[in-house]
């Protein structure tokens, strides 16, 4: 009796064993629209390109929307950035020394102004040949609509959108309102 009982024993160890060793051979389950986005990139099956806002306070820059929270009437960053605050009048490789630096919320406006084409040269298109720019209007979005991609091959390091397959979903995203 106690040598069945030790056989049973040993066969649903080495079975435990065997599905715990094959089971990291399993295709992972694909993500979803209803996944997380820290889910969604983390997987490297799947590549999206994250929308970016141009921040006027702090800096100057891009910066993509899962890094901004809402603030009132303005968008800004979650945690502080780096800024210049100080100049030196010299220039090197074309751009001026920075001597003072600053850590910020960088931020801009939700309803705002921007400068956009509003003529174009005879025969011209969207293409850079414009004659005449207007300050106009602009809001920007806080809800964004963003497709995630199935990718092709496993490098995209070379060229993701030739990596890219077809859509596989959308998922949306919503800039939160800061803490």
Not at 40 to 63: C, Q, W, Y
Not at 96 to 101: A, F, G, S
Not at 146 to 167: C, E, F
Request: with cysteine; charged share 30%.
């Amino acid at each position: 009796m106690k040598g069945l009982f030790a056989a049973l024993s040993l066969c649903l160890l080495v079975s435990s064993i065997e599905a715990g060793f094959w089971s990291k051979f399993r295709a992972k389950e694909m993500p979803t629209k209803n996944s997380s986005w820290s889910t969604i990139k983390k997987d490297s099956r799947l590549s999206f390109d994250e929308p970016s806002v141009r921040m006027e306070k702090g800096g100057g820059f891009n910066t993509s929307v899962f890094f901004l929270c809402q603030n009132g009437d303005r968008l800004r960053t979650i945690k502080k950035v780096s800024t210049c605050i100080e100049w030196d009048g010299r220039i090197s490789d074309d751009e001026p020394i920075c001597v003072k630096r600053k850590r910020v919320f960088a931020s801009t406006k939700i309803e705002t102004t921007r400068s956009q084409c509003v003529e174009y040269k005879e025969g011209g298109d969207n293409s850079g040949d414009c004659i005449r720019y207007a300050q106009l209007p602009t809001t920007i979005p806080t809800n964004y609509l963003i497709p995630v991609y199935k990718l092709k091959s496993m490098n995209p390091d070379r060229d993701l959108r030739r990596a890219r397959g077809t859509i596989q979903f959308k998922k949306s995203f919503r800039i939160p309102h800061c803490n």
